[in-house]
């Protein structure tokens, strides 16, 4: 809001002078405070495509400009020394000096990526270390709740951050008419407020955006890339993505799984049959931590506790199953 201000002030300002003094030989008051105010709007204009670059073009498009300059006043040597009428000289001179500028902005602004701006010194790397060692977190990963647990645990180390196009992501799901979503809306605010309570824990809402950009998932790689930080997140599709463009993810389900206890074919185990599995005749259990147990020749034994003997495991990208068969004289009991 503050900054709206300052440009219309900007414009009323240089409007109002050329008012008054009518500049470029503009006889008509108006006249010179429209062009004036149309001058002002073009510096505006000028102004928001620098805001948007990037460091590293910024400086190269100012080196850039600063030797095409230096090489058109070289060229001007020359052609003053030429036998050429003085006003196509002086063209040519123009000519010449907008010429050079103008190809040394561009291709000053293009190779600007190669720079290494904190080789100049730390002024140029302002909180860069901060925001290369933040992580950033998801709408999944913060309903999830899981996040909260690790970090007070002292396993997510730097600045936590929340883009505020995440924060309202949540807060939408937290309004959703649907009981179910509204609930996990509500529960990943109280992730929030509980890990922001903490004293321990560096929890900052950014207000850093990306208007050009809908998918809440790509403004939240597109932050990524522009801080070199990591995403932390326990959707599958957004850690897929995320690789294809080379950012660094923390993926809660991959923890998880790695946390896991190891499990080796003939381990005896007891699980309770809780539903009939794909195949014929086989029943499906759940260990304490989610994992599934796929039993062979256990569809009779539904609703019961049964000792099984472990005939492999099989890892894939949703987590870790379990298959075995029953112990020919393994315990049998019905649940309560």
């Known amino acids: 809001m503050d900054l709206i201000v300052i440009r ?91 010429l050079m500028a103008y190809v040394g902005l561009l291709v000053g602004a293009s190779k600007g990526d190669l720079l290494n701006p904190a080789a100049l010194g730390t002024v140029f790397t302002g909180d860069r270390p901060a925001r290369r060692s933040a992580k950033l977190l998801d709408t999944s990963v913060i309903i999830d709740g899981r996040i909260a647990d690790i970090a007070e645990a002292g396993f997510i180390d730097g600045m936590i951050v929340v883009p505020e196009f995440v924060l309202r992501e949540l807060q939408v799901v937290a309004d959703s008419t649907d009981s179910s979503k509204r609930q996990r809306g509500r529960r990943g605010l109280d992730m929030l407020q509980r890990m922001q309570s903490n004293a321990c824990l560096q929890v900052q809402i950014v207000p850093d955006d990306f208007p050009s950009i809908r998918e809440v998932d790509l403004k939240l790689l597109e932050l990524a890339k522009k801080w070199e930080a990591k995403v932390v997140t326990n959707d ?50 759940y260990l304490d931590d989610g994992t599934m147990v796929v039993v062979d020749h256990a569809r009779r034994m539904i609703g019961r506790s049964v000792d099984i003997s472990v005939t492999s495991v099989l890892q894939t990208a949703s987590g870790k199953m379990i298959f075995g068969k029953m112990d020919e004289n393994g315990k049998v009991a019905e649940t309560a």
């Open 8 to 98: 219309l002030l900007f414009v009323a300002l240089l409007a109002g002078v050329c008012f008054y003094l009518r500049p470029f030989g503009i006889e008509n008051g108006w006249m010179a405070a429209a062009a004036g105010a149309l001058a002002a709007g073009a510096v505006i204009v000028f102004e928001l495509r620098v805001r948007a670059l990037s460091l590293k073009r910024l400086i190269g498009a100012v080196a850039g400009s600063v030797l095409g300059i230096l090489g058109a006043a070289l060229f001007c040597l020359v052609l003053r020394s030429a036998l050429l009428p003085g006003a196509s000289s002086a063209t040519l001179q123009i000519f010449v000096l907008l």
């Open 236 to 285: 599958f599709n957004l850690n897929k993505v995320a690789h294809l463009h080379h950012v660094e993810v923390l993926n809660i389900n991959d923890l998880a799984n790695a946390l896991k206890p190891v499990v080796l074919p003939g381990e005896k185990m007891n699980v309770v049959i809780l539903k009939e599995g794909k195949e014929y005749n086989q029943g499906v259990g």
